[in-house]
Structure formats: structure tokens, C-alpha cells
């Protein structure tokens, strides 16, 4: 079946970095493009960044432009999120998603002193 299993998030310092991965199985990952998501308490979903399916293409919020990296490696069905400068208001759940179709069931990312 599909599966999108993050890891990758914990508690990380103001100014410190993390890197988040999202591992697919059950699908055509190759095809995809995929996002990366984020939802914080009271919030609704965020659209972090998004990688087309050869990865030649990103996007990012405007939030996050400049600090946060998106990756993909087709060979290892796997996408990343590297994530640097957090800042306190980068605190979320962190969801992986292929193109609107599959969810991942999210990494809390918490951004704290």
C-alpha cells in the first residue's frame, strides 16, 4: 500500500538546522511532484515547498525562502526538507505529500530555547 513516512523532526534551538525526510513506497515516486506541508496548533496547513518530479523544479513560501532547502532522490523514493536559521514561529507538524494525492502522518518540528 502507499506509504510517506517522515522523520527527521525534534526539538532544535533558535538558529540551529534539521533535516526532514520522507521515505514513499506503494506508488510511482518518480512521477510525483512532491511538497512538503506544515500545520501549527490553531493554523491551517501551510505549503512549505514543492519539487517537481525530476527535481528541477522548487518553489517556497515566502516564509521560508532563502532558509529552507527541498530535495529528492528517485533513486532512493526519498525527498528532503533541509531546514536552516529556525526560527520559533517554524514550530509545526511537518507533513509530506505527493502531489495533493498521499499524505505522510507528519514529524513535529518544535523551534525552542
Known amino acids: 500500500q502507499v506509504q510517506l513516512v517522515e522523520s527527521g523532526g525534534g526539538l532544535v534551538q533558535p538558529g540551529g538546522s534539521l533535516r526532514l525526510s520522507c521515505a514513499a513506497s506503494g506508488f510511482t515516486f518518480s512521477v510525483y511532484a512532491m511538497r512538503w506541508y506544515r500545520q501549527s496548533p490553531g493554523k491551517g496547513r501551510e505549503l512549505v515547498a514543492s519539487i517537481s518530479s525530476a527535481g528541477g523544479s522548487r518553489t517556497y513560501a515566502d516564509s521560508v525562502s532563502g532558509r529552507f532547502t527541498i530535495s529528492r532522490d528517485n533513486a532512493k523514493n526519498t525527498v528532503y526538507l533541509q531546514m536552516n536559521s529556525l526560527k520559533p514561529e517554524d514550530t509545526a507538524v511537518y507533513y509530506c505529500?505527493?502531489?495533493?494525492?498521499?499524505w505522510g502522518q507528519g514529524t513535529q518540528v518544535t523551534v525552542s530555547s
Open positions: 505529500n505527493a502531489q495533493g494525492k498521499y
